[in-house]
């Protein structure tokens, strides 16, 4: 099983990221997954995941801003972050949850 998380970068306060997380060798429709993110200094922390039919779990602190969804006919999760502050600069990382696999980890920055 391979995740591959990707869209990261540099975004500045109040901008729009959508990260991707593409998972191969797995039951990706029936897999429960996560985003999480780590940032410096600090523990890994659930940001967002989602059911095999869609149900949503999202943070307090991203609520209202952060959207998870996912296509299952591209084996793909997402995860829409609108209205960036500069505490969401973080390492965020995907998760299936059945066997526990990670994504490498795409690294967002919000600064102007």
């Known amino acids: 099983v391979q995740l591959q998380a990707s869209g990261g970068g540099l975004v500045q306060p109040g901008g729009s990221l959508r990260l991707s997380c593409a998972v191969s060798?797995?039951?990706?429709?029936?897999?429960?997954m996560g985003w999480y993110r780590q940032a410096p200094g600090k523990q890994r922390e659930l940001v967002a995941s989602?059911?095999?039919?869609?149900?949503?779990y999202v943070a307090d602190s991203v609520k209202g801003r952060f959207i998870i969804s996912r296509d299952n006919a591209k084996n793909t999760v997402y995860l829409q972050m609108n209205r960036v502050k500069p505490e969401d600069t973080a390492v965020y990382y995907c998760?299936?949850?059945?066997?526990?696999?990670w994504g490498q980890g795409t690294l967002v920055t919000v600064s102007s």
């Open positions: 989602i059911t095999s039919s869609s149900d949503t």
């Open positions: 060798g797995s039951r990706f429709s029936i897999s429960l």
């Open positions: 998760r299936q949850y059945a066997g526990d696999y």
